[in-house]
């Protein structure tokens, strides 16, 4: 079946702009996870949105960053004001449980 | 605080032989590990997992081993194929948070 996707796969956007990326979850899977990579590096939790509980922000490094889930299904990841360090590949995951977190292709996103 | 980390950045092995890949992580009350694989402008894909009730889960060429004492997980992957190149992460989830905390991840490099 389909698996997750992500749009844009790549964002070039000048310092200062905003940016939304989004993300379509696997049919079924209640719960969505971004998380962002930086250049060689692991992954770093974001945000997790779990069926109709409060989403997880622990992990958004700012107030530029936000996430919201629309109908239980799409999400937008939302950079505000955005700055040269938040360049990397934001990835998105769904999953049934909270365990088994099946990911995208990811969006790169550049900021010059 | 939470740390999950590969012993080494890089692993280079022969075709056909078997891969070991270490990981330690540092919190005690993680109960669920997962190793993803992650081949270039790719999302991670989910190799295997396994519960902290369990010391040793196998899959189709891939075995993974926890050790809560010393707080140490490994995949090992047997007669490697140039397909199994890719850089490898392992990540902990600790009461079903929803959070996986993932390590730096290691390169593994199969030669012909």
């Known amino acids: 079946g389909a698996g997750v996707s992500q749009s844009p796969s790549n964002k070039v956007t000048e310092k200062g702009k905003d940016v939304e990326l989004r993300c379509d979850p696997i049919?079924?899977?209640?719960?969505l996870y971004w998380y962002r990579q930086s250049l060689g590096q692991g992954l770093e939790f974001l945000i997790y949105?779990?069926?109709?509980?409060?989403?997880?922000k622990s992990g958004l490094p700012s107030d530029r960053f936000s996430a919201e889930r629309t109908g239980g299904s799409v999400s937008t990841l939302t950079i505000q004001r955005t700055q040269q360090e938040d360049s990397a590949v934001y990835l998105c995951a769904s999953s049934r449980r909270s365990y088994e977190q099946y990911f995208g292709p990811g969006t790169r996103l550049t900021v010059t | 605080g939470e740390s999950v980390g590969l012993h080494l950045p890089t692993l280079s092995v022969q075709e056909g032989d078997n891969s070991i890949i270490n990981c330690a992580y540092s919190?005690?009350?993680?109960?669920?590990f997962i190793w993803y694989k992650q081949e270039s402008g790719k999302g991670p894909q989910f190799i295997i997992d396994?519960?902290?009730?369990?010391d040793k889960r196998q899959g189709q060429r891939v075995t993974v081993l926890l050790n809560k004492t010393v707080k140490h997980l490994s995949l090992q992957i047997a007669a490697t194929q140039p397909g199994d190149s890719a850089v490898y992460f392992c990540a902990e989830n600790s009461g079903n948070t929803g959070k996986l905390i993932f390590g730096q991840g290691t390169t593994l490099q199969v030669k012909p």
């Open positions: 049919s079924g899977h209640t719960a």
């Open positions: 919190n005690s009350a993680s109960d669920y």
């Open positions: 949105f779990q069926g109709n509980s409060a989403p997880d």
């Open positions: 396994i519960r902290s009730n369990m």
